[in-house]
Each structure stands twice: as structure tokens, then as C-alpha cells.
């Protein structure tokens, strides 16, 4: 369909040598333009693009909204979620002080 599947920059300076590799994924419509655009770095997700196409007397009544979207993407992002929730829920209770209660 003419988009950009992948994309690598390489950057030299003095001392080092850095590059960026991002993939890119589409999901197509019926009139093979795309709707959801997810751009990948190192194979891991980093941005989902919806993109809402009006066609005049199409009988197409197919709706994607952004949690399609999310989950074409990324079909673990509910799994990296949860994770994320109880890592956040682990340092937080790590974080909290003891409490010392003194005797009078």
C-alpha cells in the first residue's frame, strides 16, 4: 500500500554511535487506506494512531474506536498493564516508612 514499513537513523558524534530502529503496522479498511498506524521501537509499541475515514454512500458500517486500536497494537498491553500496576503497587508499599510508636 506505499507506507513506510520500517525506518533507521544512525547518528555519529565523536565518541559514539547511536541509531533507531521503528517499525510500523497498519490495519487497512475496505478501500485499502489505513486506520490504525502503531509505530514500534526495539518491537515494543510506543505510539497507536486512529484514523477516521469518511466515505460518501459507503456501505461499510465498521466503527474502530481506541481500544481496538491499542490492541491491534500491542495485543499484551492489558498483560504490560497489569504488570505495570503491580510494580507501582510494590514500590509503593516499599516506599512507605515504618512507623515507631514511642512509650511515655
Known amino acids: 500500500h506505499n507506507n513506510i514499513l520500517s525506518y533507521k537513523e544512525t547518528s555519529f558524534d565523536s565518541e559514539t554511535v ?4 521503528e517499525k510500523f ?21 510506543v505510539k497507536t494512531t486512529l484514523r ?3 466515505y460518501h454512500n ?3 458500517n465498521e466503527t474502530i474506536n481506541k481500544t481496538n486500536a491499542i490492541f491491534f497494537c ?4 492489558e498483560k504490560r498493564l497489569k504488570k505495570l ?10 516506599d ?6 514511642e512509650e511515655n
Not at 18 to 21: G, V
Not at 25 to 45: F, R, T, V
Not at 96 to 101: L, M, Q
Open 18 to 21: 547511536s541509531s533507531i530502529n
Open 25 to 45: 503496522k497498519y490495519k487497512y479498511d475496505k478501500n485499502a487506506n489505513w486506520i490504525i498506524k502503531c509505530n514500534c521501537l526495539d518491537n515494543e509499541p
Open 52 to 54: 477516521k475515514i469518511d
Open 58 to 60: 459507503s456501505a461499510s
Open 74 to 77: 500491542d495485543p499484551n498491553y
Open 85 to 94: 500496576r503491580k510494580e507501582m503497587e510494590s514500590d509503593h508499599r516499599n
Open 96 to 101: 512507605i516508612p515504618d512507623i515507631e510508636e
